[in-house]
Structure formats: C-alpha cells, structure tokens
C-alpha cells in the first residue's frame, strides 16, 4: 500500500502547516493496529494524546475535598497583612553591601600587591647601593673631610 499522503501530512504536520482536519487524519492512522514500519516512529506522537485521557485524573471537586478535611474551610475571616514601612537606610541596604564587596575586592587586590611593589623596592635598593654615591667620585672629598676632622682634633688638643 501506498502511504505517500500520510507522509506528506506528516512533513505538512512538521512545518506546522496542517489543518485541524488533517490532524484527526493523522491520529486515526497512527490509532490502527497496521501501521508501517518506516511510520512506526511516528505513532507515539499522535498516540499519547490519547492515553492521557483514557488515565484516571482529578474530580471537580478534589479541591473541596481535601480543603474540608484540613478543615481550611472552616476559617471564614481572611488573614489580615499588615503593610510595613520600609526606611531608606533599609532600601538602601543592597548598596551597602554591594560597596562592601567592592571594598574588600579592592583591599584584597592591594594586599596582593604588596609583596611585588616590596621586591621591586629592594631590587631598585640594591641597584642603587652598586653605583657609586656622589661623594665617592670627587676623590678629594673624603681626604677634605679627613683633614678637616684631623685639623679639629688637632685644635681640640691644644
């Protein structure tokens, strides 16, 4: 048997181009015990409409049911909410610890830094004590102030 019209109705039914109709088509098909194998894949989708309403589902009065035997019903007066006054320090409350994290974020970044910013610190300390100090290149410098201390020694003696 040629099934080339319940294939076309199946792409048709794919593109969401099909009818109510040709729908019904579909699922009485697909409902037949002698469906083709090539189409056997198909029939869960047009099938399991059906089941879902052959199973056992609620009553319309489930509801009242169970709410009487919770005895919900019997309170009669709703429940009163009273409104809250809600204070500016408390709507502003997110932004407080939203500046809070920022703070830490950034406290904990600068801590991080530190030991980098120390070992640079030392390395341009010790870069610094290699070269020769200003003094050091006037030769003449330390043997003036050696003099000078001799000559005040010497004064001093006297």
């Not at 009485?28 to 194998?37: D, I, L, M, R």
């Not at 409104?83 to 406290?107: D, E, F, G």
Request: with cysteine; charged share 25%.
């Amino acid at each position: 048997m040629d099934y080339k019209y319940i294939e076309q109705l199946l792409e048709r039914y794919f593109e969401c181009e099909t009818s109510l109709g040709e729908e019904n088509v579909l699922k009485a098909f697909f409902a037949q015990e002698n469906v083709p194998v090539s189409l056997l894949a198909y029939r869960s989708i047009f099938t399991e409409a059906e089941q879902a309403k052959n199973e056992e589902t609620l009553s319309a009065n489930f509801d009242k049911r169970i709410l009487s035997l919770i005895g919900e019903e019997q309170a009669k007066e709703p429940v009163k909410v009273k409104a809250r006054i809600i204070s500016m320090q408390r709507r502003l409350q997110p932004l407080y610890k939203a500046a809070a994290c920022v703070a830490i974020i950034l406290a904990l970044g600068q801590a991080a830094q530190m030991p980098y910013n120390d070992a640079n610190a030392e390395q341009e300390n010790i870069a610094r004590s290699l070269e020769k100090p200003a003094i050091q290149q006037d030769q003449n410098a330390v043997a003036k102030s050696d003099s000078v201390k001799n000559n005040t020694d010497a004064t001093l003696r006297n």
